[in-house]
């Protein structure tokens, strides 16, 4: 293991991936959270400043000879591992699905080439019109991948005998897709996360609001975020206050042209009643995620 100059390790890709079980049928693919640890190197970069230090897990339902991936992960060797997992599970048929269109979701599709890679169509857009920056990145994600099966706000599936809902919402990023599983378990993707939400569209945030209405209306009983904490994940997942909790963050933001002594407070204080529910944790590098919001959204106006 390398440090660099800053005295952060740089770990090989994957050598810090941890394989959970939150329900029957679901393994999660976490990686990050770990302190002093990076993986692609010392510069900023999306996936050492974002995911892996925010915490990411990518998804799959196996049943049997059947899989469904719910992200690619965010490197070829974490994806690779996926793969190779679910195969000495016994998976030969092997389909996958995208929760929305960043980086962080899509680097690992090269590994499925050969496989169904299911999207919405507004997924399938926004990766064709981003297509250049995501492969120009750092790291880069060359060749893109793209879908292969494309819908329209639901698709019905079953992985072996476990049926898959996938449902088009307009949540974090207009073209975000969960996965609603029996019993109520919900893969969220980047419509939810612990503690908050990141803001990618700031001028649509009111429409983000009522998707998180339209989320609460599906009756999911335990919540599978994709960025949220390894010891909730491996415990089952979030329960449904998940989602008041961002709605209160969310509201709270829409606050800001009005309230622009808002901007100043710390994450602690500006989401408390969110935090008040007990249903998020608080977890440090979120305040820069916080205070990336709060530019974003009074920038937008």
């Known amino acids: 293991m390398k440090v660099t100059?800053?005295?952060?390790?740089?770990?090989?890709?994957?050598?810090?991936?941890?394989v959970l079980e939150p329900a029957r049928h679901v393994l999660a693919f976490y990686d990050g959270r770990v302190p002093g640890v990076r993986l692609h190197g010392p510069e900023e970069n999306w996936l050492d400043d974002g995911a892996?230090?925010?915490?990411?897990?990518?998804?799959?339902?196996?049943?049997?000879?059947?899989?469904?991936?719910?992200?690619?992960?965010?490197?070829?060797?974490?994806?690779?591992?996926?793969?190779?997992?679910?195969?000495?599970?016994g998976a030969r048929r092997i389909r996958v699905v995208l929760s929305h269109w960043h980086d962080d979701h899509v680097a690992g599709n090269d590994v499925f080439a050969d496989c169904v890679i299911?999207?919405?169509?507004?997924?399938?857009?926004?990766?064709?019109a981003n297509r250049a920056r995501l492969e120009a990145a750092d790291p880069p994600i060359r060749p893109l991948v793209l879908p292969n099966v494309l819908f329209d706000e639901r698709l019905s599936l079953?992985?072996?005998?476990?049926?898959?809902?996938?449902?088009?919402?307009?949540?974090?990023?207009?073209?975000?897709?969960?996965?609603?599983?029996?019993?109520?378990v919900l893969l969220a993707g980047d419509t939810l996360e612990d503690p908050i939400t990141y803001v990618d569209e700031p001028d649509r945030l009111a429409i983000h609001l009522g998707?998180?209405?339209?989320?609460?209306?599906?009756?999911?009983?335990?919540?599978?975020?994709?960025?949220?904490?390894?010891?909730?994940?491996?415990?089952g997942g979030y329960e449904p206050g998940l989602i008041e909790a961002t709605r209160l963050y969310v509201e709270k933001l829409l606050r800001l042209t009005a309230e622009p002594a808002l901007a100043g407070?710390?994450?602690?204080?500006?989401?408390?009643?969110?935090?008040?529910?007990?249903?998020?944790?608080?977890?440090?590098?979120?305040?820069?995620?916080?205070?990336r919001n709060v530019e974003a959204v009074l920038a937008a106006g």
Not at 122 to 128: G, M, V, Y
């Open 211 to 235: 998707g998180l209405k339209r989320l609460a209306a599906l009756g999911a009983t335990r919540i599978l975020p994709n960025h949220s904490a390894p010891e909730i994940i491996a415990a």
């Open 158 to 184: 079953k992985v072996g005998s476990v049926p898959v809902e996938l449902i088009h919402m307009d949540i974090h990023s207009r073209d975000g897709t969960v996965a609603l599983l029996p019993g109520g």
């Open 52 to 89: 892996y230090a925010l915490g990411i897990a990518s998804y799959a339902v196996i049943d049997g000879e059947d899989a469904l991936v719910y992200d690619t992960h965010v490197s070829l060797t974490h994806a690779r591992i996926i793969r190779r997992t679910l195969e000495e599970r």
């Open 118 to 128: 299911i999207a919405n169509r507004e997924t399938d857009a926004l990766l064709r």
């Open 265 to 291: 407070l710390d994450l602690r204080t500006f989401a408390a009643e969110a935090f008040a529910t007990g249903a998020i944790a608080y977890f440090e590098p979120y305040e820069t995620v916080h205070r």
């Open 5 to 18: 100059a800053s005295g952060a390790h740089l770990a090989p890709p994957g050598s810090t991936l941890r």
